[in-house]
Each structure stands twice: as structure tokens, then as C-alpha cells.
């Protein structure tokens, strides 16, 4: 067991040393290049940010003004089509009440005669 916990022990060690030597062989930004590109994501950010929120109030007022609205008036013009279509249901039955009474004067009439 005690070579297996050198073993482990060497592994840990190998470990760090390649660790730090690839730090070693990274190429940090500079200070002004730092400072460039974090300017640069924050530029980014806020024109995305202002665009969405463009478009957040431009979808909103569609919907607000425009498909409310429209709903409004399919709603308004579906109740006048069911008025409308209730209105010439009464007059068919008026105009059949009338016909039927003035066929039963005419039998009435005849009959008399």
C-alpha cells in the first residue's frame, strides 16, 4: 500500500508542476487590451439590451392597439351578425304568422260564401 500512496503522492505532484507550467505558456491580456475588450462586451450588451427593449415596447403596443382592438370589433361584428340574424328570423316568423292568418280568412271567407 505504501507504494501505491508514493505513486499517488508523485501523481498530485506531476499534476501541479504540468499545471503551473501551462500557466506559464498562457498569454495574458495586457491591462489596455483588457480594458478594450470589456468595453467592448459592455458596448455589445447595452445595444442588445436597447434593442430588446425597442422591440419588448413595439410587440407590446401591437398587441395593446392593434389585436385588442381587433378582437373588439370581430367581437362587435359577430353580436350585430347574431342581432341581424335574429331580426330576420322574427320577420320570417311575422311574415309566416301573416300568411297563415290571411290563408285562414280566405278559408274563412270561402267557407262563409
Given at each position: 500500500?505504501?507504494?501505491?500512496?508514493?505513486?499517488?503522492?508523485?501523481?498530485?505532484k506531476s499534476y501541479y508542476k504540468e499545471f503551473k507550467a501551462e500557466l506559464k505558456k498562457v498569454v495574458w491580456p495586457t491591462p489596455k487590451q483588457l480594458l478594450n475588450n470589456t468595453s467592448a462586451v459592455l458596448a455589445i450588451v447595452i445595444v442588445s439590451a436597447i434593442i430588446v427593449a425597442i422591440l419588448n415596447f413595439a410587440f407590446d403596443s401591437l398587441n395593446k392597439y392593434g389585436i385588442d382592438k381587433l378582437k373588439s370589433q370581430i367581437?362587435?361584428?359577430t353580436s350585430n351578425t347574431i342581432e341581424s340574424e335574429e331580426n330576420n328570423s322574427n320577420v320570417v316568423d311575422n311574415s309566416i304568422e301573416e300568411s297563415n292568418s290571411a290563408s285562414v280568412d280566405n278559408s274563412v271567407e270561402e267557407n262563409a260564401q
Amino acid at each position: 500500500m505504501a507504494k501505491k500512496d508514493e505513486k499517488n503522492i508523485k501523481n498530485k505532484k506531476s499534476y501541479y508542476k504540468e499545471f503551473k507550467a501551462e500557466l506559464k505558456k498562457v498569454v495574458w491580456p495586457t491591462p489596455k487590451q483588457l480594458l478594450n475588450n470589456t468595453s467592448a462586451v459592455l458596448a455589445i450588451v447595452i445595444v442588445s439590451a436597447i434593442i430588446v427593449a425597442i422591440l419588448n415596447f413595439a410587440f407590446d403596443s401591437l398587441n395593446k392597439y392593434g389585436i385588442d382592438k381587433l378582437k373588439s370589433q370581430i367581437s362587435n361584428s359577430t353580436s350585430n351578425t347574431i342581432e341581424s340574424e335574429e331580426n330576420n328570423s322574427n320577420v320570417v316568423d311575422n311574415s309566416i304568422e301573416e300568411s297563415n292568418s290571411a290563408s285562414v280568412d280566405n278559408s274563412v271567407e270561402e267557407n262563409a260564401q
